[in-house]
């Protein structure tokens, strides 16, 4: 078996060198040479400093004394590179690096087993999401993501210079996947969203990743509820089989998920809070404080995930389809141990009222023209979602900034690297 990695830490003990190698694997393969064995190679892994890139001829070892991780009986050990200068940063966690140098540093510590397990997990909630998916019928697309006009407001827009007009960065793919289901009548895609949020929060990156989905021929708001609840179950059941040493590694322990999970009104939302004495105070939408509050409160309850079904409609986008009462719509959050981890609802489909919504809005219909059309021939009742990839995983491993779950982090002051 030839295995390769990096040169994670050495200890001499006496007669015997122990060389530990972060490959592959979350926990690094031990590497023993003795000298009375093989006096060769005993010198060759001495030798080694910390940071080479080896690959090494060898076999598990049928006597595994290490805690730390495989132990194997090394044959040959080939060195590809040596590092030309000591490393910037402490990867075995003796001293645990601030944020700001993980940060700096990932794609180095990515040799430490506790930022590979996270960034292992995340591979996962991918591999899973898109398995579902398909599974379900959904057909992954890929959409633009440079725009002429944006979903999510205008206040939020990064601008780009697209040769003689002015373009953005695209923050959802909203206005593409119901467009799309116009013809495909399930689509999915596995995108960045790109947000000029400005303030600096835990909970918020300015890229972030998102799974989106659409649904079409939907005969309410419940289609689309359910299709979120049966993924994100499958999403965290998933990984809490397939896992286990990346959430060991962690100190996680993920409970199974099953479903329904618990529907909430807006307005139900609202009156936990206050009858739990939280004061309250906008009436159309919930602040951090808030959700964070509403997150204990159903904790406690046996709730780690609940849906926030009926938006007013003041807080909400153009596109989700109104009551007939006019001020509560179809769109919902879906909340995990007291954070928002996805949006959605279902849509206005009905040509006439989405043009009266994007009115009634404060935006030019002339600018959406192109998304307008595809509400002219056929357009079935239809809904979704995005789902956010880091703040899931965020919860998930019950990480204490977003940050954490990004490799190479986009924030207010992070362009590099
Ligand atoms: P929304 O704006 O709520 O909805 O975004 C969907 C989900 O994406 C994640 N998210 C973010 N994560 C980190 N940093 C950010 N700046 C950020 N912005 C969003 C959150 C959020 O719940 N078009 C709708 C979705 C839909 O209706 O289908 C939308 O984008 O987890």
């Known amino acids: 078996m030839r295995l390769c990695g990096w040169v994670l830490r050495s ?5 015997v060198v122990i060389v530990e190698v972060s490959g592959s694997s979350v926990k690094p393969y031990v590497l023993v040479g ?8 005993y010198n060759t892994l001495k030798d080694l400093p910390l940071g080479s890139a080896i690959c090494f001829e060898g076999e598990p070892s049928e006597t595994q004394k290490s805690k730390r991780g495989v132990e194997y009986n090394v044959k040959s050990v080939k060195v590809y590179s040596k590092p030309s200068e000591p490393l910037p940063v402490e990867l075995v966690g ?5 944020l700001d140098t993980r940060i700096k540093y990932r794609w180095l510590l990515l040799r430490n087993p506790l930022e590979k397990a996270i960034f292992k997990v995340r591979q996962s909630v991918i ?3 898109r398995r579902y998916l398909i599974e379900n019928g959904f057909i992954e697309v890929h959409t633009p993501k440079i725009v002429a006009a944006g979903a999510e407001g205008g206040a939020t827009l990064f601008k780009v210079q697209y040769f003689e007009r002015e373009a953005y960065l695209s923050q959802s793919p909203q206005l593409y996947k119901q467009m799309l289901v116009s013809s495909l009548p399930r689509v999915f895609e596995i995108t960045p969203y790109f947000r000029a949020e400005k303030f600096n929060t835990t909970r918020h990156l300015n890229e972030s990743w998102g799974i989106d989905v659409e649904q079409g021929f939907i005969d309410g708001l419940e289609d689309v509820l359910n299709t979120l609840e049966n993924l994100v179950a499958f999403i965290v059941n998933y990984v809490r089989e397939n896992n286990k040493e990346e959430l060991e590694t962690l100190g996680v322990e993920l409970p199974r998920i099953s479903t329904p999970f618990k529907r909430l009104r807006f307005e139900e939302a609202i009156d936990i809070l206050r009858s739990n004495g939280v004061e309250v105070q906008e009436s159309e939408d919930l602040s951090d404080q808030a959700e964070r509050e509403l997150g204990k409160i159903m904790a406690e309850k046996g709730h780690d995930l609940y849906f926030i079904v009926g938006f007013p ?7 989700y389809m109104r009551e007939e009462d006019g001020y509560h719509t179809r769109k919902f959050d879906l909340d995990y141990r007291g954070l928002e981890i996805a949006s959605g609802g279902q849509r206005e489909h009905r040509y006439e009222r989405l043009l009266e919504a994007m009115k009634l809005k404060g935006l030019d219909p002339s600018n959406f023209s192109f998304y307008l059309e595809a509400f002219k021939y056929g357009m079935p009742p239809h809904g979704g979602f995005g789902l956010g990839v880091e703040r899931l995983l965020m919860q998930m491993l019950g990480l204490s900034n977003i940050r954490e779950a990004a490799i190479f982090v986009r924030d207010r002051t992070r362009l590099i690297p």
């Open 34 to 41: 003795k000298e009375d064995v093989d006096p060769g190679l």
């Open 94 to 98: 003796k001293v645990p690096s601030l």
């Open 11 to 15: 200890k001499v003990i006496g007669k």
């Open 313 to 319: 409609w003041p807080s909400t986008g153009f596109y």
């Open 127 to 129: 591999e899973a999401a």
